[in-house]
């Protein structure tokens, strides 16, 4: 006789095999200038075969609560942007240690950008990243496969100070 659980473990036992994960490859980063003066430089750029990014990120003010950062999130469909309707702004402390911490931080493997809760507000200075990759496995909730676009820009009384667009490749894998 079989045990009634075991057709019940093999049916979530299946959809566990068909879940789908994303990998995602940069396409390209690009620096969003400030309104009318740019206080957080993104110097990065895609290199290399396995398209890293790497640069610097050079601010020139320390970015305190008293800047917001928002991240749009656009899709491309039929040749034109799209906006996928997700999209989220936050005070720079909420912002780091919700979204940064969660969705880019474990890219920055050779970093000294601060990742730790604690670390903000971040101090001006200039901060590296070497050979980050843009892990695309915290993307599945939001992301779609193909090319998606995020526009990050840190702004002070709806006047931006500086910011990056970042273009990625998500496709799905199955395991």
């Known amino acids: ?80 942007w799209r906006s996928s309707n997700i999209g989220v702004c936050y005070k720079s402390c909420t912002y780091i240690a919700i979204i940064y911490a969660t969705y880019f931080a474990p890219s920055f493997k050779d970093s000294n950008f601060p990742i730790d809760k604690e670390s903000c507000p971040i101090k001006k200075g200039e901060y590296y990243v070497r050979n980050a990759d843009l892990s695309g496995a915290t993307w599945a909730n939001f992301g779609k496969t193909g090319l998606n676009k995020c526009i990050i820009t840190i702004r002070k009384d709806d006047v931006v100070f500086g910011g990056l667009e970042v273009v990625v490749v998500l496709t799905e894998q199955r395991f």
Do not use: C, H
């Open 1 to 80: 006789m079989l045990f009634p659980g075991i057709p019940l473990l093999l049916f979530f036992a299946s959809l566990e095999q068909v879940r789908a994960k994303y990998e995602s490859r940069l396409e390209s980063i690009k620096r969003i200038d400030g309104d009318t003066e740019t206080l957080f430089e993104f110097n990065l750029r895609v290199i290399g075969r396995d398209n890293l990014a790497n640069g610097s990120m050079n601010f020139l003010a320390d970015l305190s609560d008293e800047f917001e950062v928002s991240t749009l999130l656009y899709v491309l469909q039929r040749g034109e």
